[in-house]
């Protein structure tokens, strides 16, 4: 187990930056997802972590020692790959034991680490058998086995679960959190699924266009979104926004939208935006509850989504569409109109010209970039 | 006595024609339906080209044929031609030759194709291009122009290597005209011309490879040795093994060179299979015999053909 440290790393493919200059501090034995829209960078970044990448720019530290011109076989870390990337024409027991047969392990010993790591991921009956004659799941545990067995410094996943179904999916994500819990490795997990970063991090990383838009723990994250990007990356339906310009009339804060509709906000609020500014509300589903008229606002209902304990409720407001996330059942149908309101203390605003965040009421919140 | 009368059913043509036509109408949308018309007339093709030659060649090797005025005449011998085959003084020192040219041959053009293959794999772009047109060049030209070439390079009197050698102090060498060299000069040439083959294949199997399994392995492997020993060589076997069987029995069947560079000479020292039957056929007329050495060659051909797909099969199954 080691820190990895990232200082003003960077990656360009000729005159085209992918990475640009990211700072990053890996605790010893955390659990740290790199998340984000294809393309950001997120799998450059850990192919520079494990040596499969050059690195143009920056330094990379792995327990202190400089790693930039190491060789990937002797950075001490351990990967599993999208692809799972076993040795086809090798048994589950020879995949497994590979790379310590390579460092000239003791045969006595790599039995040993062969048959924990076969233990710990229900993989006996299956050592002699051959990649092809596995399932996705457990090819993905034969990849994990093959990573255990190292003890490397850093384990490091590239979207381990895309290739499984939805269901092998979710008890993988909480196998291989199980297993970090057990062996307390630093790991760096990359994925482009928000569900997996919220579920699995230590630490999120939010990467957009080579840039960390955020790194926090997920529910900083989720509570304060430092920008739009993040605010609609994270959550599933994704937050709703409505561009409008505060307003301040009698004591009554408001946002004001469309042709003169108003939402009122909640006057105590910790810094509200000033009067006149053009801002971006920000509110999640499940901050969105139905309300009696006059109240809150009207809305159309255009579709509703119904996963038995949960309903999403998908409503059109004067051109702005946005989601209601309800626990209950209610009697209403596609083309009802329906009035909804955010909860005060659950609103978020962004500047509408740079996507900050205005009001800041996250004490623990970091931006890396 | 009165006899029962019993009524004969009345046959129902229409139900039968009804029956018959529904039977054909499920036929013409069946696969087989498709099979048989797709598939029918390249089959009867290949029978028409290949098993019926083959047949031929058996009715002429039971007969010695004769052209007078134009006119073949045709005269039953049995198996006279065979006792003949087995007597005759060309066939099997060439049957010799050509098992020593077929396997050192494909042996060295096998180690050196998939080096070169290894090299190319490993280039950036610009060698690449390179390096691939530069290995291609042997394969693109013509075996006139080949045979041309190296029979002026290995001249005793004017060659450019016995110049080398001069050069270096080293007395010439009778490259073709001495039996004792002759038949590894015509190996080196078809080395020279055949390693690309090889090379092509191989990189073309080399280029296949699951890339994700290199970059697993270059964490695990401590040297580029051992990615070569225990990753690349086995994933590599089924193209090894396809290539080795293609370049088998093309090698047997060598022609052009052996043609071109020496003519089976100095005596028999690079006598070949397919020299032998090329000369029983067109130069001595004697058709019956010439059949009967191709039947034996096709045999032996279809032997190393059939002993590779075991042996493929064989790994398959492991």
């Known amino acids: 187990m080691s820190s990895v440290t990232l200082s003003n790393i960077k990656k360009s493919y000729g005159d085209v930056s992918v990475i640009q200059g990211i700072d990053l501090a890996i605790n010893n034995g955390e659990f ?64 497994i034991a590979f790379a310590l047969k390579m460092r000239g392990v003791d045969p006595a010993r790599i039995e040993r680490e062969v048959a924990n790591a076969a233990e710990i991921l229900s993989l006996g009956h299956l050592l002699d058998r051959l990649p092809r004659e596995l399932s996705g799941g457990q090819r993905q545990r034969v990849a994990m086995g093959r990573a255990i067995v190292r003890h490397p410094k850093v384990f490091l996943f590239d979207e381990p679960l895309s290739n499984l179904d939805a269901k092998l999916r979710v008890q993988m994500r909480v196998e291989i959190r199980e297993l970090h819990q057990r062996l307390q490795a630093t790991s760096v997990f990359v994925t482009h699924d928000q569900v997996e970063a919220m579920t699995m991090a230590d630490r999120i990383v939010l990467l957009n266009d080579g840039v960390i838009q955020q790194f926090g723990t997920p529910l ?16 599933s339906p994704g937050m709703n926004f409505v561009d409008g ?43 969105l509850q139905p309300c009696a ?33 309800q626990f209950e059942r209610l009697d209403c149908r596609v083309g009802d109109s329906i009035h909804l309101r955010p909860a005060a203390d659950k609103l978020h605003f962004f500047d509408q010209v740079t996507g900050l965040r205005l009001e800041s009421e996250a004490p623990l919140m970091r931006t890396a970039s | 006595m009165f006899k029962k009368m019993t009524t004969q059913p009345v046959p ?20 087989g339906c498709w099979y048989s018309i797709s598939l029918g007339p390249l089959a009867l093709i290949l029978l028409l080209l290949t098993i019926l030659p083959i047949i031929w060649l058996g009715w002429m090797a039971l007969h010695d044929i004769n052209w007078q005025d134009g006119v073949s005449h045709w005269e039953y011998v049995g198996l006279n031609n065979v006792v003949l085959f087995f007597d005759n003084h060309f066939y099997w020192p060439g049957l010799l030759n050509t098992f020593i040219f077929s396997i050192s041959a494909v042996s060295v053009q096998m180690v050196l194709g998939f080096l070169m293959a290894l090299v190319v794999s490993r280039s950036d772009r610009k060698s690449r291009l390179f390096l691939t047109v530069v290995f291609l060049l042997p394969i693109v030209l013509p075996p006139i122009v080949i045979g041309a070439i190296w029979k002026l390079m290995l001249s005793y009197d004017f060659g450019v290597i016995n110049d080398f050698l001069g050069l270096l102090g080293i007395a010439p060498v009778d490259w073709l005209g001495n039996a004792d060299i002759a038949l590894m000069s015509v190996i080196a040439v078809d080395i020279w011309h055949w390693t690309p083959f090889v090379f092509l294949l191989m990189l073309a199997g080399l280029e296949s490879l699951p890339q994700e399994v290199y970059e697993a392995s270059s964490l695990d ?6 990615e070569f020993w225990y990753i690349t060589l086995p994933l590599m076997q089924g193209t090894i093994l396809i290539t080795l069987l293609f370049r088998m029995v093309l090698s047997f069947k060598v022609f052009d060179e052996i043609y071109l560079l020496t003519g089976g000479g100095p005596g028999t020292a690079t006598e070949v299979v397919s020299f032998s039957i090329y000369r029983t056929f067109f130069t001595e007329d004697r058709a019956g015999l010439g059949a009967v050495m191709s039947i034996f060659t096709l045999l032996v051909v279809a032997a190393l053909a059939v002993f590779a797909q075991l042996l493929l099969k064989r790994r398959k199954q492991s």
């Not at chain 1, 900083?220 to 959550?235: K, M, Q, S, T």
């Not at chain 2, 024609?17 to 069946?30: C, D, F, G, I």
């Not at chain 2, 492997?221 to 051992?226: D, G, S």
Request: hydrophobic residues 35%; contains cysteine; proline residues 4%.
């Open chain 1, 245 to 287: 310009t505060i307003e301040h009339e009698e004591g009554i804060a408001a946002l004001s939208y469309g042709d003169g509709r108003r939402i009122e906000l909640n006057p105590e609020m910790a810094r509200l935006p000033a009067a006149g500014q053009a801002v971006t509300l920000g509110f999640r589903p499940e901050h």
């Open chain 1, 220 to 235: 900083e994250l989720y509570d304060y979104p430092c920008n739009r990007f993040v605010a609609a990356f994270i959550g």
């Open chain 2, 221 to 226: 492997v401590r040297n580029a040795w051992q």
């Open chain 1, 32 to 95: 740290i997802v790199l998340v984000g829209p294809s393309g950001c960078g997120k799998s450059t970044l850990l192919r520079m972590i494990a040596g499969l990448e050059s690195i143009s720019g920056g330094t990379l530290s792995i327990g202190g020692d400089p790693m930039n011109d190491v060789h990937a076989r002797d950075r001490d870390i351990a990967m599993v790959f999208q692809s799972y990337a076993l040795y086809p024409h090798m048994s589950v027991r020879d995949n």
């Open chain 2, 12 to 31: 129902d043509t229409t139900g039968q024609l009804k029956t018959l036509l529904r039977s054909l109408r499920r036929y013409a949308e069946s696969d």
């Open chain 1, 293 to 325: 008229k006059g109240q809150g606002f009207e809305t159309l209902i255009t579709s509703i989504e119904t996963t038995g304990f949960e309903n999403y409720l998908y409503c059109e407001a004067q051109g702005v569409r946005m989601c209601a996330l």
